[in-house]
């Protein structure tokens, strides 16, 4: 395919990536074969399986695939600035993305379960003070609650 302009002809050869062949990715040299063979088993519907081929440019690897893939957990995964400057994989890379997810998701896991223990201990703590008939407007006032909500938990207790 080539392009006209101006100041004459240039030729550009255009590559339609993610439609080569396993075979023609092969050919190729460096982090572009790493980047192809992604785009190459993405596009066949396969489940990706990451090359153990090290990247050369690991900081501006990682960037372009953010921007190709729309993904930015690439370019978040080199913040920290611990891989090395060469030599990464992209099984590391990867390995990388999936275990900050899982600390995210483990962080709020725990702040969600500690929500729910200390919501269970305040009712706990309410359920046990209305059993000893202690007024509503004190639990309330103790609770960071209102009369109206106290009451509301009185009565699906059924204490009072």
Same mark, same amino acid.
């Given at each position: 395919?080539?392009?006209?302009?101006?100041?004459?002809?240039?030729?550009?050869?255009?590559? +339609?990536?993610?439609?080569?062949?396993?075979?023609?990715?092969?050919?190729?040299?460096?982090?572009?074969? @790493?980047?192809?063979?992604?785009?190459?088993?993405?596009?066949?519907?396969?489940?990706?399986?990451?090359?153990?081929?090290?990247?050369?440019?690991?900081?501006?690897?990682?960037?372009?695939?953010?921007?190709?893939?729309? +993904?930015?957990?690439?370019?978040?995964?080199?913040? +920290?600035?611990?891989?090395?400057?060469?030599?990464?994989?992209?099984?590391?890379?990867? +390995?990388?993305?999936?275990?900050?997810?899982?600390?995210?998701?483990?962080?709020?896991?725990?702040?969600?379960?500690?929500?729910?223990?200390?919501?269970?201990?305040?009712?706990?703590? @309410?359920?046990?003070?209305?059993?000893?008939?202690?007024?509503?407007?004190?639990?309330?006032?103790?609770?960071?609650?209102?009369?109206?909500?106290?009451?509301?938990?009185?009565?699906?207790?059924?204490?009072?």
């Amino acid at each position: 395919m080539y392009m006209c302009c101006w100041t004459g002809c240039y030729y550009i050869n255009i590559i +339609d990536v993610p439609r080569l062949t396993p075979e023609q990715v092969k050919k190729y040299k460096g982090d572009f074969q @790493i980047i192809a063979d992604y785009f190459v088993q993405i596009n066949s519907g396969r489940e990706y399986i990451p090359s153990t081929k090290k990247i050369q440019h690991t900081d501006s690897m990682l960037k372009l695939m953010s921007v190709l893939t729309k +993904d930015m957990r690439y370019a978040e995964s080199i913040a +920290d600035n611990s891989f090395e400057t060469e030599g990464t994989n992209m099984c590391e890379v990867l +390995d990388r993305i999936v275990a900050q997810g899982e600390a995210r998701g483990e962080a709020r896991g725990e702040a969600r379960g500690e929500a729910r223990g200390r919501e269970k201990n305040r009712m706990e703590m @309410i359920n046990n003070m209305l059993k000893e008939n202690i007024s509503i407007e004190v639990i309330a006032r103790v609770a960071k609650m209102t009369v109206e909500q106290v009451a509301a938990i009185s009565k699906k207790t059924a204490i009072i």
